[in-house]
């Protein structure tokens, strides 16, 4: 890993109540372009989960008699310590995960927005007055956070999964537990350095590091002063914690699967189309839950967008994400490469074309264990496994379609309503199809959607509740309704 400017930032043990926290069993992260062991970090159990829990129980009071303003001057100051050590942020982050070190630093300012924008909106969290029944009486509604939040965040953005959950929850008045993915834990204890640093009191920010994800997140889901449950992750998973957390009925904020359609309509600008397909598929090397899963491509300008596509392609580095120059790292691990190549086989054994197989040279000082090829294919159909499935890595999968109606029934079939993009310069085919398309997030000639200030998530088995937007905000509150009487 390349030497940090602040070396105190790279921590090794989980962080609770506002200390370190060490374990005598540890286990190693890993650098998935190299194989190479960056750290051991600390392996807590369950017993620390809730000792975590426990922490922010004791410091939720203090924490939510502060005024919104004395919670959003602690926020900002955290912002702007995130921002002042972007650099070493963004190289923990490509040590661990893997992305391109300039997408690493530009991860590292998306969370950072989040904790700005939460810092300002949390002091916007407005209640209601409501005309009375009778003269007597007066009717307000306020709102209050819910109380302890717990969350367990991926590994494909270890940073900004974090920073977006803690930063609506601390602004709502909320303390917080994160449980990170074990493959990615740096980003996560970096960011706990930060907040001590901001002045963040002990207990309101923990972060518990381990391997037991299972018996962890049972903790985290079903302990009787959790109030809420935010996760992000898989599908399966997110199902799992909604039945462990139904017995207290807890509130839920779920961000699952997608299987985004990506569609280009006739009379798209083909162009404009062909850098959003890049930035909405080939970002963190096609491992995020909004990337284009479905290339849904006109029959008539199939051939020029599939050639127009694989020639920017080929301008794309694979390598280590520390090397100058890269736009491709590796995938999380070598599971996640067998998957991706069982599903491209797969493909082809069903009739699919390999029209294209990247052939780049790797860069120097790495491990071809996790590293898959940009791929495209075409003559692909909706009902084959790589368009049911979360591909979660660089292939394309072209699948032609004749007609506007044909297309949009194809893209909703599936159980996913997560994300989708589509590019026409038809301005009526715009709202019909905007209304018509069955997913959370929609990108309209646009390939990149997310930013603070819009609310994330989706619909059907995609999952359910917002982050950002005053909608995230408002999913870590409780409306309380205040009747007084006996006024006259």
Partial sequence: MQKLSQPSLLKTTSYINGQWQASPEQFAVLNPAT???????????????????????????????????????LLKRWYELIMQHQNDLAILLTSEQGKPLTEAAGEIAYGASYIEWFSEEGKRAYGDVIPAPSSDKHISVVKQGVGVVTAITPWNFPNAMIARKAAAALAAGCTFVVRPSELTPLSALALAELAEQAGIPAG????????????????????????????????????????QSADSVKKLSLELGGNAPFIVFDDADIDAAVKGAIAAKF??????????????????????????????????????????????????????????????????????????????????????????????????????????????????????????????KQANDTDYGLAGYFYTENLKRVFRVAKALDFGMLGINEGIISNAAAPFGGVKQSGYGR?????????????????????I
Wanted: charged residues 20%; glycine residues 8%.
């Fill in 467 to 487: 982050e950002g937007s005053k909608y995230g905000l408002e999913d870590y509150m409780s409306i309380k309704y205040l009747c007084f009487g006996g006024l």
């Fill in 35 to 73: 194989d190479e062991v960056i750290t051991k970090v600390a392996d807590a159990g369950v017993e620390l989960v809730e000792k975590a829990i426990a922490a922010a129980v004791q410091a939720l009071p203090k924490w939510q008699g502060l005024s919104a303003n004395e919670r959003a001057t």
């Fill in 204 to 243: 309101v920010f923990n972060v518990v590091i381990g391997l037991d994800a299972p018996a962890m997140g049972k903790v985290l889901s079903q302990h009787k002063d959790v109030a809420k449950v935010s996760f992000t992750g898989s599908t399966a998973v997110g199902k799992l914690l909604a039945k």
């Fill in 283 to 408: 970002r963190n090397a096609g491992q995020t839950c909004v990337c284009a899963n479905r290339f849904f491509v006109h029959e008539s300008i199939e051939t020029e967008f599939t050639n127009k596509l694989i020639a920017a392609i080929k301008v794309l580095k694979i390598g280590n994400g520390l090397s100058a120059g890269v736009n491709l790292g590796p995938l999380i691990d070598p599971k996640a490469k067998a998957k991706v190549d069982s599903l491209i086989e797969q493909a082809v054994a069903d009739g699919a074309q390999l029209h294209y197989k990247g052939e780049s040279e790797l860069v120097v000082n790495v491990s071809e264990t996790s590293f898959v090829q940009p791929h495209v294919l075409t003559q692909v159909t909706n009902e084959m496994s790589i368009a049911q499935q979360e591909v979660f890595g660089p292939v394309v999968s072209i699948i032609s379609f004749h007609d506007e109606a044909t297309v949009i």
